[in-house]
């Protein structure tokens, strides 16, 4: 009887990082002003969840909506030139990195917007997507900010905003504006209406303001 010998080949198993990463806006929040020709940046950090898994990122430039005659740039670990619209990035365990988002701009006031795709290597499912937004005015057409009694949230949206405020708003007359002033939005709250609906808006930014010039502005953004 003839033995038939078997040779057993073993392939050994990859094992794949299995972190997690989130992305936190670390400046005010996802839009920058400043004049004609600035150099404008929005901060944000990238954060390894995981204390025992390093995490492989990509980052790329998704959606980039700029004058034709602006430039974006990305920094993580390094800066890169505008050329540049994808990186990759490795965080150790529960490392965390900043990641910067330039608008190189001209000298006529004008605005961009741009989308980044923040997306693990190994776990498909785990991505992030953030929005940045340059604005450029004259001195005189920079928004301020008034000081308001009210506040909204959840700020940003995608949907409804909860006001939330220190008088009564009751049957005041409000309006949502664009940053040029004009009104997208405007309505009267109800006796015990205490939520604007921003669903049918584009996404962006705004401001909400009420008749009563003594509530201030509150700048919203529409996911």
């Known amino acids: 009887m003839k033995k038939i010998f078997l040779n057993l080949f073993f392939i050994p198993t990859l094992a794949f990082s299995q972190g997690t990463f989130d992305v936190v806006y670390t400046t005010t929040d996802s839009m920058v002003y400043d004049t004609p020709g600035a150099f404008m940046s929005i901060h944000t950090t990238i954060h390894n969840l995981s204390s025992t898994d390093s995490v492989e990122l990509n980052i790329s430039k998704q959606f980039v909506d ?3 005659s602006w430039e974006t740039a990305i920094c993580t670990d390094i800066c890169y030139p505008s050329s540049v619209s994808s990186v990759n990035l490795s965080l150790a ?13 001209d000298l006529v006031a004008d605005s961009g917007y741009a989308k980044v795709l923040y997306t693990n290597l190994n776990v498909p499912s785990n991505t992030v997507l953030h929005g940045y ?3 450029t005015q004259t001195p005189a057409g920079i928004f301020e900010e008034n000081k308001a009694v009210f506040s909204v949230y959840p700020n940003p ?4 905003i909860n006001l939330k405020s220190n008088i009564q ?5 409000y309006f949502i504006t664009d940053e040029l002033g004009r009104t997208i939005l405007s309505g009267k709250l109800s ?3 205490s939520s604007i609906s921003i669903e049918q808006l584009p996404q962006g930014f705004y401001f909400l303001s ?11 953004i529409k996911q």
Do not use: C, R, W
């Open 169 to 173: 708003l009751k049957e005041e007359i």
């Open 191 to 193: 006796e015990n209406q």
């Open 66 to 68: 700029i004058p034709a």
């Open 157 to 160: 949206s995608k949907d409804m």
């Open 93 to 105: 365990p529960s490392d965390s990195q900043e990641f910067v988002f330039y608008f190189y701009t």
């Open 210 to 220: 009420f008749g009563n010039a003594n509530t201030g502005t509150v700048k919203i």
């Open 133 to 135: 937004h340059g604005i």
